[in-house]
């Protein structure tokens, strides 16, 4: 299905192409345009390979290739671009050559048509001041391979309206991005204290303190990445890493300013020799004068209010693939070391302009760690939209994460205005389920009753989600597992898009669903139909859950607004009032009755039933944990006979048993992996 936004994209190069490829996987129309045809059929080329080499991967089929170049249509005509929603500009990094092309497209297009620059080093005020219509002029900076890359920087000038904005996010997330929104101001956000970060190691280099293997190796230990600075340099281009940071140095200071062995190499035209002995002895060092750079870097970017901690950390784990981002790296160390790091990286550079940042020192006086914020929300028109917004973690709940979900609800609660609330998640994912680290932490600090805790408090908000006075309505657009189905199916209604899926894997990971999710689908399904969904962990894709109704309103993504409208308008309805199933369903029900459950969970195939189909669930369920099959059947049996609020009491008194068996450790630790569980 084309969604319904058109694009152009002008630059067929690295990143039109890459931009044009993704945004059309994901169902946009684009027209591609280059100066000549030549150019033109090069960018689709290159898409055309990258497209085959996934279908080489099973990451999509040949059909989704096929019709992904359907949606991308290439042209060297500036009219073709006339009745464009959006006008991305990927060409030369040149301000004339930009200038130019908005002041042609300003000419050209409808007046809807708003204009985004890729740049990633020139202001995007200025480049706005090329046409007549500031307001609709953004900041979309791409980063490479825009088809892999989740990360999209959104850089709103002070002119640009709330609607470009708005817009521009929304098509942000129709074709699959983590956003961050950052001010137009020099590098963005994770160009700003990456290029330091590598300047930063060339001067370790040119300094003698180390040799380049001893620095690859400390920065690849220190960021958690697969590639230290110098590789990355030879990989991405000396020219344009030598390049880079003269922007950065005009308007931020010379702590930016490309060392000269930096521009040597670049004019030489040479790599860098990653080749060498690592001196273990100096890894401390490096890693100390990268990180106070860093962190330096950072904190100052947030005393400027340019961007938020989470906006930073979100960017260095998605855009740059860290492990950690810099602020949970300054909790990690610890306040008074990061603060000791910035302060040697101050002292040894007293010319290069490097202050201690003001954030710096706050929480270095009051011993703080930063904090981070999970869950925003937003009001309009009574309703009360809570955003789960950690998509570099598929928004999976933690304890921070629920904490924030409770005063954000309890507000809610409170506020006389709200009618309704909206439980929603940023990026493309719903919620991938709980945090999975925790129960591991738990299970091998002895500690399982704050895992009781946990499932205590986290059952407690979704108990009021389902009973609250005010209408709660999950808007599920992504993948939902595990804790993030759960919570769907305890609000009072569900609006969903066509990418949406439930599934509750935990038998998988040698664990039961804890949320509720286990009585939730079976009084909305009956006992065997959740059995089904419990045992095996088979998805519900958003068709199957609207007909069996689970869903309220399956609707596109463009039409979810006016859902939650006529939702509210209807006002509040019994989601487990009574319900045919469709016929396919009846197989489901016969198999997993009371009697031929137990032997399903033998093993054996029961007497009378499709035997096809009972085999293949006998082998889907030989890859899960016993005990969790056996726990959660007898649960679920238990849970049947009381009220949701007991059914619930059962999920909890069970839980220390099943995480205190060898298989929840073996299945938690192993997520993803085929493991060969023990019945222990
Ligand atoms: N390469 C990266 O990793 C990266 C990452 C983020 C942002 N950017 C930014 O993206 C932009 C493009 O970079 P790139 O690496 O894709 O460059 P590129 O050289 O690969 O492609 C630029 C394309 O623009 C075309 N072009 C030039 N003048 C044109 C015109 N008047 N009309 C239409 N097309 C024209 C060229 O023919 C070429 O195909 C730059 O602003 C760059 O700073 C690049």
Same mark, same amino acid.
């Given at each position: 299905?084309?969604?319904?936004?058109?694009?152009?994209?002008?630059?067929?190069?690295?990143?039109?192409?890459?931009?044009?490829?993704?945004?059309?996987?994901?169902?946009?129309?684009?027209?591609? $345009?280059?100066?000549?045809?030549?150019?033109?059929?090069?960018?689709?080329?290159?898409?055309?390979?990258?497209?085959?080499?996934?279908?080489?991967?099973?990451?999509?089929?040949?059909?989704?290739?096929?019709?992904?170049?359907?949606?991308?249509?290439?042209?060297?005509?500036?009219?073709?671009?006339?009745?464009?929603?959006?006008?991305?500009?990927?060409?030369?990094?040149?301000?004339?050559?930009?200038?130019?092309?908005?002041?042609?497209?300003?000419?050209?297009?409808?007046?809807?048509?708003?204009?985004?620059?890729?740049?990633?080093?020139?202001?995007?005020?200025?480049?706005?001041?090329?046409?007549?219509?500031?307001?609709?002029?953004?900041?979309?900076?791409?980063?490479?391979?825009?088809?892999?890359?989740?990360?999209?920087?959104?850089?709103?000038?002070?002119?640009?309206?709330?609607? #470009?904005?708005?817009?521009?996010?929304?098509?942000?997330?129709?074709?699959?991005? #983590?956003?961050?929104?950052?001010?137009?101001?020099?590098?963005?956000?994770?160009?700003?204290?990456?290029?330091?970060?590598?300047?930063?190691?060339?001067?370790?280099?040119?300094?003698?303190?180390?040799?380049?293997?001893?620095?690859?190796?400390?920065?690849?230990?220190?960021?958690?990445?697969?590639?230290?600075?110098?590789?990355?340099?030879?990989?991405?281009?000396?020219?344009?890493?030598?390049?880079?940071?003269?922007?950065?140095?005009?308007?931020?200071?010379?702590?930016?300013?490309?060392?000269?062995?930096?521009?040597?190499?670049?004019?030489?035209?040479?790599?860098?020799?990653?080749?060498?002995?690592?001196?273990?002895?100096?890894?401390?060092?490096?890693?100390?004068?990268?990180?106070?750079?860093?962190?330096?870097?950072?904190? #100052?970017?947030?005393?400027?209010?340019?961007?938020?901690?989470?906006?930073?950390?979100?960017?260095?784990?998605?855009?740059?693939?860290?492990?950690?981002?810099?602020?949970?790296?300054?909790?990690?160390?610890?306040?008074?070391?990061?603060?000791?790091?910035?302060?040697?990286?101050?002292?040894?550079?007293?010319?290069?302009?490097?202050?201690?940042?003001?954030?710096?020192?706050?929480?270095?006086?009051?011993?703080?760690?930063?904090?981070?914020?999970?869950?925003?929300?937003?009001?309009?028109?009574?309703?009360?939209?809570?955003?789960?917004?950690?998509?570099?973690?598929?928004?999976?709940?933690?304890?921070?994460?629920?904490?924030?979900?409770?005063?954000?609800?309890?507000?809610?609660?409170?506020?006389?205005?709200?009618?309704?609330?909206?439980?929603?998640?940023?990026?493309?994912?719903?919620?991938?389920?709980?945090?999975?680290?925790?129960?591991?932490?738990?299970?091998?600090?002895?500690?399982?009753?704050?895992?009781?805790?946990?499932?205590?408090?986290?059952?407690? $908000?979704?108990?009021?989600?389902?009973?609250?006075?005010?209408?709660?309505?999950?808007?599920?657009?992504?993948?939902?597992?595990?804790?993030?189905?759960?919570?769907?199916?305890?609000?009072?209604?569900?609006?969903?898009?066509?990418?949406?899926?439930?599934?509750?894997?935990?038998?998988?990971?040698?664990?039961?669903?804890?949320?509720?999710?286990?009585?939730?689908?079976?009084?909305?399904?009956?006992?065997?139909?959740?059995?089904?969904?419990?045992?095996?962990?088979?998805?519900?894709?958003?068709?199957?859950?609207?007909?069996?109704?689970?869903?309220?309103?399956?609707?596109?993504?463009?039409?979810?607004?006016?859902?939650?409208?006529?939702?509210i308008e209807k006002g509040k309805f019994d989601k487990y009032a009574d319900r045919e199933l469709p016929d396919k369903y009846e197989k489901i029900k016969k198999v997993f009755n009371k009697k031929n459950v137990l032997k399903l969970l033998n093993g054996e195939i029961p007497d009378g039933i499709d035997k096809e189909f009972a085999e293949k669930v006998v082998k889907i369920l030989s890859n899960k944990?016993?005990?969790?099959?056996?726990?959660?059947?007898?649960?679920?049996?238990?849970?049947?006979?009381?009220?949701?609020?007991?059914?619930?009491?059962?999920?909890?008194?069970?839980?220390?048993?099943?995480?205190?068996?060898?298989?929840? $450790? $073996?299945?938690?630790?192993?997520?993803?992996?085929?493991?060969?569980?023990?019945?222990?």
């Amino acid at each position: 299905m084309a969604k319904t936004y058109r694009v152009g994209i002008v630059g067929a190069g690295t990143m039109g192409s890459g931009i044009a490829q993704k945004m059309a996987q994901e169902g946009l129309e684009v027209t591609l $345009l280059d100066i000549n045809e030549e150019k033109v059929k090069k960018g689709i080329n290159g898409i055309k390979e990258m497209l085959d080499q996934g279908v080489e991967h099973n990451v999509f089929t040949r059909e989704k290739a096929g019709a992904t170049l359907d949606r991308i249509k290439g042209t060297i005509s500036y009219e073709d671009l006339r009745d464009m929603d959006l006008v991305v500009e990927a060409v030369f990094e040149d301000q004339k050559l930009k200038g130019e092309i908005f002041r042609k497209l300003d000419e050209i297009c409808e007046p809807k048509t708003i204009f985004a620059s890729n740049t990633s080093s020139l202001s995007i005020s200025e480049l706005a001041k090329s046409t007549n219509r500031k307001d609709k002029f953004i900041g979309m900076h791409y980063f490479f391979h825009p088809a892999k890359n989740r990360l999209l920087e959104i850089t709103p000038h002070e002119d640009t309206s709330k609607e #470009t904005l708005k817009k521009v996010s929304f098509i942000g997330k129709l074709h699959g991005k #983590t956003m961050i929104i950052a001010k137009d101001a020099p590098g963005f956000v994770v160009n700003r204290f990456f290029i330091p970060y590598y300047v930063q190691a060339i001067r370790v280099l040119e300094e003698c303190v180390a040799n380049i293997p001893t620095i690859e190796k400390a920065a690849k230990e220190a960021f958690g990445v697969g590639m230290g600075p110098f590789e990355l340099i030879n990989v991405s281009g000396m020219a344009v890493s030598a390049h880079a940071p003269n922007a950065l140095k005009d308007e931020c200071g010379n702590f930016y300013a490309p060392p000269d062995i930096l521009k040597k190499k670049a004019e030489a035209e040479e790599l860098w020799d990653l080749n060498g002995e690592v001196e273990e002895d100096k890894i401390k060092e490096v890693q100390e004068l990268l990180y106070g750079a860093v962190f330096g870097v950072v904190c #100052t970017m947030v005393d400027e209010g340019i961007v938020t901690v989470e906006q930073i950390d979100r960017g260095a784990k998605v855009g740059l693939r860290w492990e950690e981002g810099p602020f949970k790296l300054i909790n990690k160390i610890g306040i008074d070391k990061a603060y000791e790091y910035v302060n040697k990286v101050n002292k040894r550079y007293p010319d290069l302009d490097f202050e201690i940042p003001e954030t710096l020192k706050d929480h270095y006086k009051s011993k703080k760690p930063f904090e981070f914020n999970f869950v925003d929300t937003t009001i309009e028109n009574g309703i009360a939209n809570i955003k789960i917004n950690r998509p570099e973690a598929m928004n999976a709940l933690n304890d921070e994460v629920f904490n924030q979900l409770i005063e954000e609800f309890d507000k809610a609660e409170k506020n006389k205005d709200i009618k309704a609330v909206v439980i929603k998640s940023a990026g493309k994912e719903f919620i991938a389920g709980a945090d999975i680290k925790y129960f591991v932490e738990n299970i091998k600090n002895d500690t399982l009753d704050k895992t009781v805790k946990f499932t205590k408090r986290s059952n407690n $908000l979704l108990r009021r989600f389902e009973t609250s006075s005010k209408l709660t309505i999950a808007l599920v657009d992504g993948l939902s597992l595990g804790g993030g189905t759960e919570l769907a199916l305890a609000c009072q209604a569900i609006v969903a898009t066509p990418e949406a899926s439930f599934a509750l894997p935990e038998t998988g990971i040698g664990i039961f669903p804890g949320n509720g999710g286990m009585i939730r689908l079976a009084r909305c399904l009956g006992p065997e139909v959740a059995k089904y969904y419990v045992f095996t962990g088979e998805r519900l894709t958003a068709e199957e859950a609207e007909e069996v109704g689970i869903i309220t309103k399956l609707v596109d993504i463009t039409e979810v607004d006016k859902a939650i409208k006529q939702i509210i308008e209807k006002g509040k309805f019994d989601k487990y009032a009574d319900r045919e199933l469709p016929d396919k369903y009846e197989k489901i029900k016969k198999v997993f009755n009371k009697k031929n459950v137990l032997k399903l969970l033998n093993g054996e195939i029961p007497d009378g039933i499709d035997k096809e189909f009972a085999e293949k669930v006998v082998k889907i369920l030989s890859n899960k944990a016993p005990i969790a099959l056996k726990m959660a059947n007898e649960i679920i049996d238990e849970q049947m006979k009381v009220s949701i609020d007991e059914a619930i009491e059962i999920e909890i008194e069970h839980n220390t048993e099943i995480f205190n068996t060898k298989d929840a $450790l $073996l299945g938690l630790t192993n997520i993803g992996k085929k493991v060969e569980f023990k019945g222990k």
